[in-house]
Nanobody
Framework: QVQFRESGGGLVQPGGSLRLSCAAS????????MGWYRQAPGNQRELVAS????????NYADSVKGRFTISRDNAKNTVDLQMNSLKPEDTAVYYC?????????WGQGTQVTVSS
């Protein structure tokens, strides 16, 4: 089974930045479009960014467009999320997975907290 390990979360002030990293193992990472999801307490998990297998195409939710940048390094089996101009509403646990109904198992995620 493909496994994901997310890291890089933390506590930041509004307007601050964080860079999240997702390390994948157990599969052929290069084959998959990848995405970052987030889930705030009491809320549905939502897809915020995705990136094509070659990294040439990216998509973002309107809520993060212009502030977040997704990237990948297939040689390292990693996908990153650079988050700038963070807002309190960005507070959530962030996960990586396929941006598809056919997701792999979810990792533990990494917590991002933006103080209000």
């Amino acid at each position: 089974q493909v496994q994901f390990r997310e890291s890089g979360g933390g506590l930041v002030q509004p307007g601050g930045s964080l860079r999240l990293s997702c390390a994948a193992s157990g599969g052929i990472f290069r084959l998959y479009t990848m995405g970052w999801y987030r889930q705030a307490p009491g809320n549905q998990r939502e897809l915020v960014a995705s990136i094509s297998v070659g990294g040439g195409t990216t998509n973002y939710a309107d809520s993060v467009k212009g502030r977040f940048t997704i990237s990948r390094d297939n040689a390292k089996n990693t996908v990153d999320l650079q988050m700038n101009s963070l807002k309190p509403e960005d507070t959530a646990v962030y996960y990586c997975n396929r941006p598809s109904s056919s997701t792999f198992n979810w990792g533990q995620g990494t917590q991002v907290t933006v103080s209000s």
